[in-house]
């Protein structure tokens, strides 16, 4: 297990298409995060799981995201009707709470890249 | 998070020591300082953490002033691959809810 996985590496979709992500954590991390960044700015936080648990959502998930982690392992982000405004860079991170000094713990994947036309 | 202020970006020669500042004058006493970086087209790397103490590994060192309100990362020797941004972040609670990462300091290491 060498790290994040993310798939697909970019994605091209119309605008109202639905779209889903795919990310695989390290697999000894209990935690796995979703972050989204556009162009020029840092990574956004948009929600987190511990295990199966989701457990923090920020405002900028919208009611057309949704995200899974059905086992406590791979995690599927999911936006339904897409818009231009979604464009981004979408990130996953895993780490493990197990971890001292927890952040360092944190692995990012190399990201989905979404281009809404 | 404590609010944290970097400039916008630097430049430095290959193979000189690159010194990136970032100041974070509401850290509260239990806030760790985390830095990270990002390359282009791939997901922000850790590089550093600390609370008071200096510390060093084999990427940076880290020192950070004595009333914590300000750090400085150090590449000792920088080569063209450490061009990227470099975040400086000072989560609150250990920032297990996720980290804010900010604009960061875009470096960029010229030949």
């Known amino acids: 297990d060498t790290g994040v996985s993310q798939d697909p590496r970019h994605k091209i979709t119309k605008r109202g298409q639905n779209v889903t992500f795919r990310c695989d954590p390290i697999s000894e991390h209990n935690r796995l995060y979703w972050y989204r960044q556009t162009l020029g700015q840092g990574p956004e936080f948009l929600t987190y799981f511990q295990n199966e648990a989701q457990l923090e959502k920020s405002r900028l998930l919208s009611d057309r995201f949704s995200a899974e982690r059905p086992k406590g392992s791979f995690s599927t982000l999911e936006i339904q009707r897409t818009e231009q405004g979604d464009s981004a860079m979408y990130l996953c991170a895993s780490s493990s709470t197990s971890a001292l000094g927890s952040f360092y713990g944190y692995t990012f994947g190399s990201g989905t890249r979404l281009t809404v036309v | 998070d404590a609010k944290t202020t970097q400039p916008t970006s630097m430049d430095c020669a290959e193979g000189r020591a690159a010194n990136l500042p970032c100041n974070h004058s509401t850290i509260s006493g239990n806030e760790y300082v985390y830095w990270y970086r990002q390359i282009h087209s791939q997901g922000p790397q850790y590089i550093i953490h600390g609370l008071k103490n200096n510390e060093t590994n084999e990427m940076a060192s880290l020192i950070i002033t004595e009333d914590r309100k300000s750090s400085t990362l150090i590449l000792p020797h920088a080569t063209l691959r450490d061009t990227a941004v470099y975040y400086c972040?000072?989560?609150?609670?250990?920032?297990?809810?996720?980290?804010?990462f900010g604009k960061g300091t875009h470096l960029i290491i010229q030949p």
């Open positions: 972040i000072a989560p609150d609670g250990g920032g297990a809810d996720g980290l804010t």
